[in-house]
């Protein structure tokens, strides 16, 4: 059993960030295999007792954040979870006795084994989506884990058993696991969303699931330990309640994002990259480089390592934008965000980024309108063809989400907001995005999609096009047509 080791013992009790942040340095640094159940239970425990801790703890005040006395974390207590991890998971499974020459590969029903193991020693029912139950120590202590938080235990759970080729695999919204001697093999050990039967067990889908969003078209980021570390530390949630965050663990999070992004664990991770520039928006460590910088690099790494089929990477930046009233760099990362979706079909697995798309077009984009249009000036966005450009790529590639799909995504009350945005623009600006017609062999769809639908719509920055569709599905031509004869009413009323 890995577990502790001297210089973690000597490290205990840990009474400051900076000795939770000396033991991450060690298993980084210093062991092939960062313990994922020790790490987990310590940066859990921690969370835990300054988000859900007593309300009349004593607060330090004006403390430097990272001396600030910790409700003191002794050694044992620690190692009384990790043992009881332990004596859980191994208690599960049998695992053949150690056969030291051969390495020993997980097979399907050892993870399913593990996941059984984890799942039925959940509380019966609770909250699934309140915060700070991802990590091992909620698991511990109260008998409850996320979503994220079951797949993180199996994976730690076969760690412990000695598993080294049982890792995580991450798309934007869920979690399973790849094994094997090649890692080829793959297994559902969590559940997603509401209401929806849990598939553990299975291998991931390749038939219509794969081409969702939810599976990333088999782009998931694929964990090496250090990058499961980098999971964990992703998942630490600082927020005391729906306003405040306790800022001790958001400083944790953010110096232990900064180790992984040192030691190059955060370069295939994008969500990473983009929490730590979330981070960094919020309070700046000086000496490093500037939160939009990272929202940039995430992008790149998405670009690089999973064939920019990733979202949250353009939404993480146009967030950022439109926090800091940078409306058209927010228009062009919605559009460039909108020019992934387009490449999937909807499916009811994915309501998150329908949520987020849905935020972005009827929320904060009519909000940006509203402030543009009550002020005057010269340098307005209503005067920008490159800004009509990128809220029409935006649009279409919603409409291009949708053709094809089983389910449809656009409904009257996406119109209202679209077509109100839309005739904010004056006659002249709009006349300045010059359409043009590309042929259909761009690399808009995903090959499969592209062939059932022949055509496709396209735009590239100011080419917008609306390619002849023998089949478009009525709602975007209607759509379509609402746009195009408000935009002709708007000619005539000139
Ligand atoms: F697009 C921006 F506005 C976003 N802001 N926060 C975003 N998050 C917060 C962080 N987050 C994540 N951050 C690191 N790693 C992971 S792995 C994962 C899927 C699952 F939870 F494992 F199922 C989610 C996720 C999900 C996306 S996107």
């Known amino acids: 059993m890995a577990g502790f080791r001297d210089i973690d013992r000597a490290l205990f009790p840990i009474k400051s960030i900076t000795s939770v942040i000396e033991i991450f340095k060690h298993h ?53 979870l990790y043992n009881k991890f332990y004596t859980i998971i191994k208690g599960a499974v049998d695992v053949p006795a150690k056969n030291t020459t051969k390495t020993q590969y997980a097979t399907r029903e050892l993870v399913k084994k593990v996941s059984d193991a984890v799942w039925n020693t959940l509380s019966r029912s609770y909250y699934k989506d309140r915060a700070h139950l991802q990590s091992l120590y909620s698991y511990l202590t109260g008998n409850k884990l996320d979503c994220f938080g079951v797949a993180f235990a199996v994976v730690a ?24 001697e090649t890692s080829s093999e793959t297994a559902e ?47 630490i949630n600082p927020s005391l309640n729906a ?5 001790e663990v958001a400083y944790l999070q953010q110096e232990l994002l900064w180790l992984l992004y040192d030691l190059g664990h955060l370069t295939k991770y994008p969500m990473a990259i983009g929490n730590l520039g ?34 949250y990477p353009y939404t993480y930046q146009g967030g950022y934008f439109y926090r800091n009233k940078m409306y058209k760099e927010a228009f062009e990362s919605w559009a460039n965000a909108s020019d992934v979706i387009r490449k ?56 291009q989400w949708e053709e094809g799909s089983a389910t449809p995504v656009l409904h009257i009350g996406w119109a209202k907001p679209l077509v109100n945005t839309i005739s904010k623009f004056d006659a002249e600006v709009r006349a300045q995005v010059n359409i043009v017609c590309e042929s259909n062999n761009g690399d ?46 708007d000619e005539n009323s000139e």
């Open 157 to 180: 759970g076969c760690q412990a058993l000695g598993f080294t080729d049982v890792h995580l695999a991450l798309s934007e919204d869920h979690a399973w696991v790849v094994f094997g």
């Open 444 to 489: 808009n769809k995903m090959e499969q999609k592209t062939q059932a639908n022949g055509n496709t719509s396209c735009l590239n920055n100011n080419n917008y096009c609306i390619s002849e569709k023998e089949n478009r599905n009525n709602t975007d031509t209607d759509l379509i047509h609402a746009i195009e004869s408000k935009v002709i009413s």
């Open 189 to 235: 050990i969590t559940w997603h969303g509401k209401g929806n039967e849990d598939k553990r067990g299975q291998e991931i889908g390749k038939g219509v699931a794969a081409r969702s969003w939810l599976y990333v078209n088999n782009k998931p980021v694929i964990c090496t330990r250090a990058m499961e570390v980098a999971a964990l530390v992703s998942a």
């Open 278 to 311: 979330d981070l960094e928006e919020i309070s700046s460590t000086s000496g490093r480089i500037p939160c939009d910088i990272l929202f940039r690099e995430a992008i790149s790494s998405a670009r690089n390592y999973y064939d920019n089929m990733h979202v």
């Open 28 to 80: 980084l640094e210093r062991t092939s295999e960062p313990d994922l159940a020790l790490l987990s239970i310590i940066v859990g425990a921690v969370e835990n007792s300054l988000t859900c801790g007593r309300p009349n703890a004593p607060v330090q005040i004006c403390e430097p954040i990272e001396s600030s006395r910790l409700p003191s974390l002794e050694y044992h207590t620690i190692e009384l």
């Open 344 to 399: 999937y079909n909807y499916s009811r697995d994915d309501e998150e980024i329908y949520k987020e798309f849905l935020e972005i077009a009827n929320e904060l984009i009519p909000h940006i309108m509203k402030v543009e249009s009550s002020g005057f000036s010269a340098n307005s966005i209503l005067k920008k063809p490159e800004c009509f450009a990128c809220l029409l790529r935006f649009y279409d590639g919603i409409c």
């Open 243 to 247: 306003t405040h965050d306790a800022y």
